[in-house]
C-alpha cells in the first residue's frame, strides 16, 4: 500500500476506532466505509475494515450485520488482489458485488495512490 493511501487508510480506522471506543458506533460505521472503499485492494487492511464492521454490528445487535460480516473477512482474505467491486462500502446493507460511486476524495487518492502505485 502507497505511504499515503496507507495514511488516508489508517486516519479513516483510527476515526472509527475512537468513535467505537466511545460507543458512537452510528458515527464509527461511516468511516470504516471509507477505510473500507479504500483498503479493499489489500487483503489484510480489506479484512480489517469487515471485523471492524462486525464489532460495530456486535455492539449494535444488528444481526443482518454480524451474519454479513463473517463472510466478507473471509472473501476478503481470499479475493481481494483478484476482485472487488469499486467503491463497495462493505456494510452488510450493501450487496457485496454492487459497484459503487466512490466519494471524490477518495477517487482523486485511489487514482493516485491505489493498488499498482509505487511507494
Not at 18 to 42: C, D, K, M, T, W
Not at 72 to 97: C, D, E, K, M, Y
Not at 102 to 115: F, N, T
Request: aromatic share 10%; hydrophobic share 40%; net charge positive.
Amino acid at each position: 500500500m502507497h505511504p499515503i493511501l496507507r495514511q488516508a487508510y489508517d486516519a479513516e480506522m483510527t476515526a472509527a476506532m475512537n468513535h467505537y471506543s466511545v460507543g458512537n458506533f452510528q458515527h464509527a460505521f461511516p468511516h470504516l466505509e471509507r477505510a473500507h472503499i479504500l483498503g479493499q485492494s489489500f487483503p489484510i487492511e480489506h479484512a480489517k475494515s469487515h471485523w471492524w464492521m462486525l464489532k460495530v454490528g456486535w455492539r449494535r445487535r444488528d444481526v443482518l450485520e454480524i451474519t454479513g460480516q463473517i463472510p466478507r473477512i473471509v472473501g476478503a482474505l481470499l479475493f481481494s488482489r483478484i476482485w472487488i467491486p469499486s467503491g463497495n462500502t462493505g456494510g452488510a446493507h450493501v450487496p457485496p458485488f454492487k459497484s459503487m460511486p466512490i466519494p471524490a476524495d477518495l477517487q482523486c487518492l485511489l487514482e493516485k495512490y491505489g493498488r499498482g502505485a509505487k511507494a
